[in-house]
């Protein structure tokens, strides 16, 4: 079974940093764009950051370029996010999706940036 | 960017009876490929998105057939034939075609 697990998520203070993780398993993750997509509370999805097969290529929404960092780790099937510099408007439910057209994702994990 | 515009926001229905959603980008979704990657995606209450459309018509496996996908260019529709009660939820259209990536504003389908 295709199966996307997210992790890290939890409150931290304005300016701080968190680090998610997303571990797959079902499928040769290797083969696969990853993306990060968010959605604050009540509102609707909001694409994040991508990386391509080997990591060689990231991308960001100008709403966090500059202070997320996405990266994967192919021999342990891992995406990582790391978040620097948070802002109360990054609370949201960070998901990790498969390939460019998003074809499975996870459960979430929520990330509350609050002082 | 490409705006992606859903419409209606909310959708009372009645159960049995069919429920359509627009979708319009502000550009033309056809890739220099010649696909067309406009998706469909149903998050239902306290769940994870989940993709029911790829490339405008193409039902993802274990999509009922009850879910369908058409249009092109700049205009698209999803159509549920006859709504169950399983079928509450937002639904989200979602362009990969033009970079960035972009989603409609959702459209909530509820029982009336």
């Known amino acids: 079974e295709v199966q996307l697990v997210e992790s890290g998520g939890g409150l931290v203070q304005p300016g701080g940093s968190l680090r998610l993780s997303c571990e797959a398993s079902?499928?040769?993750?290797?083969?696969?764009?990853m993306r990060w997509v968010r959605q604050a509370p009540g509102k609707g999805l909001e694409w994040v950051a991508n990386?391509?097969?080997?990591?060689?290529?990231?991308s960001y929404a100008d709403s966090v370029k500059g202070r997320f960092s996405i990266s994967r780790d192919n021999t342990r099937n891992s995406l990582s996010l790391q978040m620097i510099s948070l802002r109360a408007e990054d609370t949201a439910v960070y998901y990790c999706?498969?390939?460019?057209?998003?074809?499975?994702w996870g459960q979430g994990t929520l990330v509350t940036v609050s002082s | 960017d490409v705006v992606m515009t859903q419409s209606p926001l909310s959708l009372p229905v009645t159960l049995g009876q069919p429920a359509s959603i627009s979708c319009r980008s502000s550009?033309?979704?056809?890739?220099?490929?010649?696909?067309?990657?406009l998706n469909w995606f149903q998050q239902r209450p306290g769940q994870s998105p989940r993709r029911l459309i790829y490339?405008?018509?193409n039902r993802d496996s274990g999509v009922p057939d009850r879910f369908s996908g058409s249009g092109s260019g700049t205009d698209f529709t999803l159509t549920i034939s006859r709504v169950e009660a399983d079928d509450v939820g937002i639904y989200y259209c979602?362009?990969?075609?033009?970079?960035?990536?972009?989603f409609g504003g959702g459209t909530k389908v509820e029982i009336k």
């Open positions: 999706a498969r390939g460019p057209n998003l074809d499975t």
């Open positions: 079902g499928f040769t993750f290797s083969n696969y764009w």
């Open positions: 990386i391509n097969e080997d990591g060689s290529k990231q």
């Open positions: 550009q033309s979704l056809v890739h220099s490929d010649g696909n067309t990657y």
């Open positions: 490339k405008v018509s």
């Open positions: 979602m362009q990969a075609t033009q970079w960035p990536l972009s």
